[in-house]
């Protein structure tokens, strides 16, 4: 069983910085690609950015790919996403995922994704 834990949520004000770390734990051997999802109060939850275990296949929301980085350590079990130029309406809850399917799976599919973490406020004030 993987358990995935996420950090580094905040307070910001717009134009400032995050990052976010997820620790995976568990059974993580076996899993093929990690993805950040968010979602803020009364939206659905959308993809973000995912990246494979072997940090060859990477995938951005339009809206976020020229502010956001997703990187992954795996000595560390450990994947992060950098938050730059942070706007208001990137105020959600953002929630770490892992998959164990096939690479042929859409990383930035919810539907992909097998567990999930408990998530992370970030709220950017304007």
């Known amino acids: 069983q993987v358990q995935l834990v996420e950090s580094g949520g905040g307070l910001v004000q717009a134009g400032d910085s995050l990052r976010l770390s997820c620790v995976a734990t568990?059974?993580?051997?076996?899993?093929?690609?990690l993805g950040w999802f968010r979602q803020a109060p009364g939206k659905d939850r959308e993809f973000v950015a995912a990246t494979s275990w072997s940090g060859g296949n990477t995938a951005y929301l339009n809206s976020v790919k020229d502010r956001f980085t997703i990187s992954r350590d795996r000595a560390k079990n450990t994947v992060y996403l950098q938050l730059t130029n942070l706007k208001p309406e990137d105020t959600a809850v953002y929630y770490c995922a892992a998959s164990f399917r096939p690479m042929s799976y859409s990383m930035s599919t919810r539907g992909s994704y097998d567990v999930w973490g408990q998530g992370t406020q970030v709220t950017v004030s304007s």
């Open positions: 568990g059974r993580t051997v076996t899993s093929t690609f």
